[in-house]
């Protein structure tokens, strides 16, 4: 093949290194599927041919330079191959969230104007064709999985398996196969190559424009961090129009030339992730939190023998693990006995989890528990943080091995450069850094700064080690009546990694001091009720219970010593706290449908409450009326007695407005 | 859908002593079909399944099955015929996972010998692959993926009715009885069966005759129903006919004396 043009121009758009690899790693695995219970592997010659015959068809169907082609669905390897032939024509893909409802994907192409559909199955066909009378733009939409589409006769419908067919039947001539390679030479990486939407948990989601050549950049520079290569393997499990998803499997698998295991369903994605073995992973907290529940349980229910082992060895794993991962000096002693652990618990743990052969794992998404990181950490799973974004094609801050704390999610990724503003927020400026908000300058003005560095909106500080620690989204933030820094979430976070406590809301902006209103968790604080002989009959008695306030009392004043061994925090100790006579709930507007605390809401529905934490009252009550979601009335009662935990290192409570 | 007649029973009684279940009951099911049958506790509705498929053997009466007449069937020979089947109560190897069970269903249509399959060589590996082929197929099409290799007596019931009815299903039958599939269901299991059912029929043409206790599923699925009481036939015809009818109304809402 044409190896000086290889060489000179073959590596900043996806459809050139789509191409590059067939060259280079043609025989390799690039793309797996499970399906009818066996996995089906495509080289990536193989990939690259069916994507020319797929771009051959998009081509037939009309597709050109420019338009937007949305993509609905799991991920299968046609829908990856759909996303690369697109770009092969120079059009931009768009990838959809599969679960959405039709009104939010019809939002989303009312704004990218997409040309083609393609789909997953009846299901999404189902949620287009209520759509496509409003939506003018869209000429056709194609499907993969034929079941269940006997019975339509919609002719903008045809099946993506038949548009491959005639796709290959003509990109097979000379001339057209010609046409094929000049117009994925044409490609320029500054061309807009894929239009990600943000998930609008933050208010209306956005079009985010990202290039060719800074998504390659991107991934190139922490493909090369984590030095992952054409032996490692992911299973691609995250949905498809999120950032991960296009990062760490379809930009670092391009780059590095790995292979993409798209698992059989999602309800299956566990078995999936055990009989694929990923060396490169990535879970979001939540996940990994549900792995570790599992396997309490299930030890819960071993013999006391099996129970004994798996503790003597976890307490092993716990003592040296983390140094062990770190490549630390451990005596030989403590090293043996961490191996002896290993091979009875620890390998065979990782093996039922799926973890067996991971070299690089990632978290990141929200706060990570310090104990349930330390977990994972001490069997000897390499578990990093990162913190990102889509503006920033994922990557701003990332931990490199041997230097990995649970609260803070790393310093700057290579080539990134990050400042914190004066109020706080984090702002960066990075190789993948997005080229705009799809059809809206204004909005892409106001995210940029004067000097060309993006606004995260998320409120953080640089450690001592050059380590970012993210604190709450910058607008929450606030600061106490002395100046001092008070980022609410952060502390509600610290408190609620105790599987005592369900919710916090933490207060105290323009207030003097932070005091929390506090949710037990029935189900924890019950099974702790009954094995110390605590009586309860209801959530409310509870809650009341002085015994438990107790219990609360001490997990309040853990938090407290944490926060004064942080320079930053050490301020914003919680002065007082109550428990609430009521459980939050997302029915009653309390907690969103992802529960989060509306924090503001809250303040204003038990006002009485909060009152009486800063008023230095003993006990609070609240009666009020309120309205609920749906427009029923009801009442809200109840009191509860104020509690005040020990600081550490901070003057006494302020205490002129005792006199309530 | 096609006029001629599958399965035919002409005058068909059946007694356990003294105690009579069947008396004099006709009717027919027809290629292609979904035909159910209801009536009220008690009515003789899963006698009649037992009769289609040989595990009871009537009286008097005629049962015409693919143009052969003859009064006793026994099951197995009724499963070799292609007549399969679910259970009001579950029937599964609970200890087995859901793939085995469903595998059990092609045991009729394995050819070689025990020996062979045990050794698991030469043609008797290729005809494994061959089923196993089928029953992934059949996984597929009831979405139950995710329970392949799951023991299924740990399955909710809602799944091990799945997995029955892909054991059914399994044998690729011409005729398919469902003793009230969707019994003791929620409404989003019933509605997923009964897409299944429908789905079955029409993508694999498999002829089906059902007991079911929901009316209103009966009414959405079914082409042709036939109502019992008290062992007789009371009605026979498309659902709208089957509503109208004063007899069946009068036998489920009760008459004024």
């Given at each position: 093949m044409d190896a000086a043009r290889a060489s000179a121009n073959?590596?900043?758009t996806f459809a050139k290194l789509m191409r590059l690899n067939a060259w280079v790693?043609?025989?390799?695995?690039?793309f797996r599927l499970k399906e009818f219970g066996i996995w089906r592997t495509w080289t990536w010659n193989e990939a690259y041919r069916e994507t020319r015959a797929l771009a051959q068809g998009f081509a037939d169907l009309?597709?050109?330079?420019?338009d937007r082609m949305a993509v609905a669905g799991a991920n299968r390897p046609k829908l990856y191959w759909s996303i690369c032939a697109a770009q092969m024509l120079g059009a931009i893909p768009v990838p959809l969230y599969?679960?959405?409802v039709a009104e939010e994907i019809a939002a989303v192409l009312e704004v990218a104007g997409a040309k083609l559909i393609v789909v997953q199955d009846q299901e999404q066909v189902d949620k287009m064709l209520t759509i496509l009378p409003t939506?003018?733009?869209?000429e056709r939409v194609l499907y993969e999985?034929?079941?269940?589409?006997?019975?339509?006769?919609?002719?903008?419908l045809a099946a993506l398996d038949d548009v491959i067919a005639s796709g290959r039947a003509r990109v097979a001539e000379a001339k057209l196969s010609q046409a094929m390679d000049a117009r994925i030479d044409e490609g320029?990486?500054?061309?807009?190559?894929v239009i990600l939407f943000t998930?609008?948990?933050?208010g209306r989601s956005k079009g985010v424009v990202l290039s060719g050549e800074r998504c390659i950049a991107a991934a190139r520079d922490t493909v090369a961090f984590d030095n992952l290569t054409d032996r490692d393997e992911v299973?691609?499990?995250?949905?498809?129009?999120?950032v991960g998803d296009h990062y760490l499997n379809y930009a670092q698998g391009f780059v590095a030339g790995f292979c993409m295991a798209c698992p059989e369903s999602a309800a299956t994605a566990a078995e999936d992730l055990r009989e694929i073995g990923p060396t490169y992973h990535f879970a979001p907290p939540r996940v990994f939190e549900q792995l570790l529940t599992r396997v309490t349980i299930r030890m819960a229910d071993a013999s006391a023998f099996k129970r004994w082992l798996f503790q003597h060895f976890m307490s092993v794993a716990r003592r040296w693990g983390e140094t062990i991962v770190n490549r630390q000096p451990v005596p030989i002693l403590a090293r043996l006995h961490y191996m002896l652990g290993s091979l009875l618990i620890f390998e065979p743990l990782k093996n039922t989890l799926g973890?067996?052969?991971?070299?690089v794992a990632y978290t990141a998404g929200e706060a990570i528990g310090a104990d349930l990181f330390a977990f994972y950490r001490s069997l000897g799973l390499n578990l990093k943080q990162l913190y990102g974004q889509t503006e920033a094609f994922l990557y701003v801050t990332a931990q490199a091995d041997g230097a990995v704390r649970s609260d803070t999610v790393g310093?700057?990724?290579?080539?990134v450069v990050l400042r914190l503003a004066a109020d706080g927020e984090v702002q960066f400026k990075s190789p993948?850094?997005?080229?705009?908000y799809f059809g809206e300058p204004e909005k892409t003005a106001e995210t940029m700064?004067?000097?060309?560095f993006v606004r995260t909106g998320d409120a953080g500080v640089i450690e001592p080690d050059g380590q970012l620690k993210i604190l709450d989204r910058a607008k929450d933030v606030g600061r106490l009546s002395n100046g001092q820094l008070f980022a609410p979430k952060y502390i509600e976070n610290k408190l609620k990694f105790?599987?005592?406590?369900?919710e916090a809301v933490a207060l105290g902006d323009k207030h003097d001091f932070v005091a929390v209103l506090i949710n037990i968790e029935l189900v924890a604080v019950g099974a702790w009720a009954e094995r110390n002989g605590v009586?309860?009959?209801s959530y409310q008695e509870l809650a009341g219970r002085p015994e438990v306030a107790e219990l609360v009392k001490r997990h309040v004043e853990a938090v407290n010593k944490a926060l004064s061994q942080e320079p930053a925090m050490?301020?914003?100790?919680?002065r007082r706290f109550l428990i609430l006579p009521k459980e939050l709930d997302a029915d009653d507007g309390?907690?969103?449908?992802?529960?989060?605390?509306?924090r503001r809401f809250i303040a204003e529905r038990y006002a009485p409450m909060v009152e009486g934490l800063f008023s230095g009252a003993a006990e609070a009550s609240i009666s009020a009326e309120i309205t609920f979601e749906d427009g029923r009335k009801g009442r809200l009662e109840g009191r509860a007695l104020i509690h005040e935990p020990q600081t550490f290192g901070l003057a006494p409570m302020p205490r002129a407005r005792v006199a309530a | 859908m096609s006029e001629e007649p599958l399965l035919s029973l002409q005058n068909v009684s059946l007694a356990f002593g003294g105690v009579k279940?069947?008396?004099d009951v006709s009717f027919d099911i027809r290629k292609g079909e979904i035909r159910a049958i209801i009536g009220p506790n008690g009515a003789g509705k899963t006698s009649m399944l037992n009769v289609v498929n040989g595990f009871y053997h009537p009286q008097a009466g005629e049962i015409t099955y693919q143009g052969k007449t003859r009064r006793r069937m026994k099951p197995h020979e009724a499963a070799a015929q292609g007549i399969a089947r679910t259970f009001q109560n579950v029937a599964l190897f609970?200890?087995?996972?859901t793939l085995d069970n469903i595998m059990t269903g092609r045991g009729l249509r394995m050819h070689r010998g025990l020996f062979w399959q045990a050794l698991r060589f030469g043609p008797a590996r290729r005809e494994e692959i061959e089923h196993r082929k089928v029953c992934e197929e059949i996984i597929d099409f009831l979405e139950i993926e995710a329970i392949r290799?799951?023991?299924?007596?740990?399955?909710p019931y809602g799944l091990q009715k799945r997995v029955e009815l892909g054991r059914a299903l399994a044998m690729e039958p011409k005729l398919l009885l469902l003793d009230?599939?969707?019994?003791?269901?929620n409404r989003e299991e019933k509605e997923d069966m009964s897409r299944f059912i429908v789905a079955a029929n029409r993508q694999f043409g498999t002829t089906v005759a059902l007991i079911e206790h929901d009316i209103g599923v009966v009414m959405d699925l079914s082409d042709r129903v036939v109502v019992l009481e008290y062992g007789r036939k009371i009605a026979d015809g498309t659902p709208d006919e089957v509503k109208a009818d004063p007899n069946v109304i009068a036998a489920y809402l009760g008459v004024a004396h």
């Open positions: 073959s590596d900043d790693r043609g025989e390799r695995p690039a009309g597709l050109e330079r420019g599969a679960d959405s939506l003018r733009s869209v999985e034929p079941r269940g589409m006997e019975d339509y006769d919609d002719p903008r320029r990486g500054s061309d807009p190559s998930s609008g948990t933050t299973l691609a499990y995250l949905p498809l129009a999120w973890f067996s052969r991971i070299r310093p700057p990724a290579p080539n993948g850094q997005f080229v705009d700064t004067p000097d060309g105790f599987a005592n406590i369900r009586s309860y009959a050490a301020g914003a100790q919680i309390e907690l969103t449908r992802t529960q989060k605390v509306r | 279940a069947i008396t609970k200890g087995m996972t290799k799951t023991p299924v007596g740990k399955l009230e599939p969707m019994a003791g269901m």
